[in-house]
């Protein structure tokens, strides 16, 4: 299974990169490719409600802004699973985020019903609060309704700040892990009974390395 693991954050060295690399891991772990990418890292407009409220996001399923929306929306058509990363300001996912799912929702939830992009494919959504550890669960909330709207088949959901961090990574690279697994069922019947019943890990996650 091809997991896309969408993180938004300018900081290269935090939790929410943190969470990322986890679920990397876990995806690895899983036996499927995993390809990271950061929101931040794109040009990604506000919905500028064309016309009379709906464009070509009704007609054609894209959106006419010219930025990297549409490469984006690309990485999400070919990939097989999903997980959402992002930091929490005032309660909420970030702000390229937001901006990104608005238009993603508009483009697709005009299909036919239940035939979006994202359909019935497993999401992990991960919260993660660095500063004052508050808000999580509203920014889950928040990215809950993105997963029903787009019509996503939601895996987990899993908060994490500061206080929890060592254990939370742990539990997002064994949901990616086991997500991942249950794509392939019968890869999970040939595995030895102790490895089904695995505790979670005791890794160490690496963090990763600053640019430049």
């Known amino acids: ?21 986890a679920a990397r891991q876990g995806v690895v772990d899983g036996h499927s490719p995993a390809r990271m990418i950061n929101l931040n890292d794109y040009a990604i407009g506000s919905c500028t409600v064309c016309e009379d409220g709906w464009g070509t996001c009704k007609t054609e399923h894209r959106c006419s802004l010219q930025d990297d929306f549409g490469k984006l929306q690309e990485m999400f058509a070919q990939a097989e699973g999903y997980v959402w990363i992002s930091p929490v300001y005032f309660g909420e996912p970030s702000e390229p985020m937001k901006a990104f799912f608005d238009r993603l929702r508009r483009c697709e939830m005009t299909r036919v019903k239940g035939e979006t992009i994202l359909a019935g494919k497993p999401t992990v959504c991960v919260a993660a609060a660095g500063g004052s550890g508050g ?10 309704r993105w997963a029903e709207q787009l019509k996503s088949d939601p895996f987990d959901y899993i908060p ?48 990763p390395q600053k640019k430049g």
């Not at 808000?135 to 809950?144: D, K, T, V, Y």
């Not at 500061?162 to 019968?186: F, G, K, N, V, W």
């Open 160 to 207: 994490i700040t500061r206080r929890t961090r060592e254990y939370q990574l742990e539990t997002i690279h064994d949901a990616l892990t086991a997500m991942c697994a249950a794509s392939e069922p019968e890869r999970v019947q040939e595995m030895p009974l102790s490895a089904r019943r695995r505790r979670p890990s005791r890794r160490r996650f690496r963090r």
């Open 1 to 21: 299974m091809k997991v896309l693991i969408v993180t938004s954050t300018p900081n290269n060295d935090g939790l929410t990169a943190a969470c990322g690399e």
């Open 135 to 144: 808000g999580a669960i509203r920014c889950l909330s928040e990215m809950e």
